[in-house]
């Protein structure tokens, strides 16, 4: 009893903190949506042979947890600015869950209030270079269709494959992780049985 007390009370903040921050609020995925492009826009920039542009779902008829990623490739373009471009479509929403689903881990840990904020604080560093390592791959990934980037068949296979998994770990896998990377040390595991090896004694 004494044992799952702690571990209930983890739960219950848990699950009080996720649905507060992962329930789509009237307004909220649409801000999100902004805060995503707005991202996207100050760390992936034009460069002389490429041209991206992040768009909002309403320009392109798809809900609003939508955005899209235009790759143009400059040197296929027209003088009136037509040709062929690539067109990569993401729920940004789909981001936010996994940041929620951090946060509410490191919040609902049971360590000193100090340790919690900085783990938030390299949990949030961490969870949003892993999104923007995520993002360079996919833009690069599309690039191969626009001759941006050669790829064999096979390769090209492999890195769509890799989309996929990468994107699977994201809701889950990825935001655990990194909990436990922040927000436990080593000595954590020591004290936690000494804990209870004293409970059972």
């Not at 492009?37 to 939508?66: C, H, M």
């Not at 790759?71 to 600015?81: E, F, L, S």
């Amino acid at each position: 009893m004494l044992q799952s007390k702690p571990i209930t009370v983890f739960l219950v903040q848990f699950t009080l903190i996720f649905l507060i921050l992962a329930v789509p609020w009237p307004g909220w995925n649409k801000a999100y949506g902004v805060y995503f492009r707005a991202l996207g826009r100050t760390i992936f920039t034009d460069s002389p042979v490429r041209e991206l542009n992040f768009e909002t779902a309403e320009e392109n008829g798809k809900p609003q947890e939508y955005t899209r990623i235009v790759i143009v490739n400059r040197a296929r373009m027209h003088a009136d600015g037509s040709g062929p471009v690539q067109n990569l479509d993401l729920e940004a929403s789909g981001f936010w869950r996994p940041t929620a689903l951090l946060v509410a881990l490191i919040l609902s840990t049971s360590i000193p209030w100090r340790r919690r904020l900085w783990a938030l604080f390299f949990g949030l560093f961490w969870i949003h270079l892993i999104l923007i390592l995520f993002l360079g791959f996919c833009i690069w990934n599309e690039s191969t269709e626009i001759g941006l980037v050669a790829l064999s068949p096979f390769m090209k296979l492999f890195c769509n494959g890799f989309k996929e998994a990468l994107l699977a770990q994201f809701s889950i896998t990825i935001p655990v992780t990194v909990w436990v990377l922040v927000a436990f040390h080593r000595g954590d595991i020591r004290r936690h049985g000494e804990k209870t090896a004293g409970l059972s004694a």
